[in-house]
C-alpha cells in the first residue's frame, strides 16, 4: 500500500472518530437537558464538626465529594480521586454506578 493510501485510510479513520466523538457529546447534553439541576457537592464542613475531630473519623483521606459532569462521583483531598458509588457524607447515590467485579485471581 502506498504512503497516500495510507494517509487517506488515516483521514477517513480520523473523521469516523470525530463523528462518534460529537455524537457522543450531544448524547451527553441531552442526559444533562433532561436533568435541569445542580451537581452533587459535599465536603467535611457540611458534617458540623471539627476539623480535628474530622480527622479522627475519617483521616485525610476524603476531603470532598464532588460529581462530575458524567454522572460519577468522586472523592478526593485536594492530591487524590477515587471514583465511588455513593458520597460518604450524605449517601447521595451515583447516577452512573461502578460496575464492581466479582472474579477472584487464583494463585
Known sequence: MSLMGREKKAWE???KVE???IAEIKKLLRFWKK???????CDYRMLRVEW???????????????ESVDGWLVV???????RV????FCGYKA????????????R
Open 35 to 41: 436533568r435541569k439541576r445542580k451537581l452533587h457537592h
Open 52 to 66: 480535628d475531630e474530622y480527622r479522627l473519623l475519617y483521616g485525610v483521606a476524603v476531603v470532598e465529594c464532588n
Open 13 to 15: 479513520r480520523l473523521r
Open 85 to 88: 458509588n455513593y458520597c460518604p
Open 95 to 106: 447516577i452512573i454506578q461502578m460496575k464492581l467485579s466479582r472474579k477472584v485471581k487464583k
Open 76 to 82: 478526593d483531598n485536594a492530591e487524590y480521586g477515587n
Open 19 to 21: 463523528k462518534e466523538n
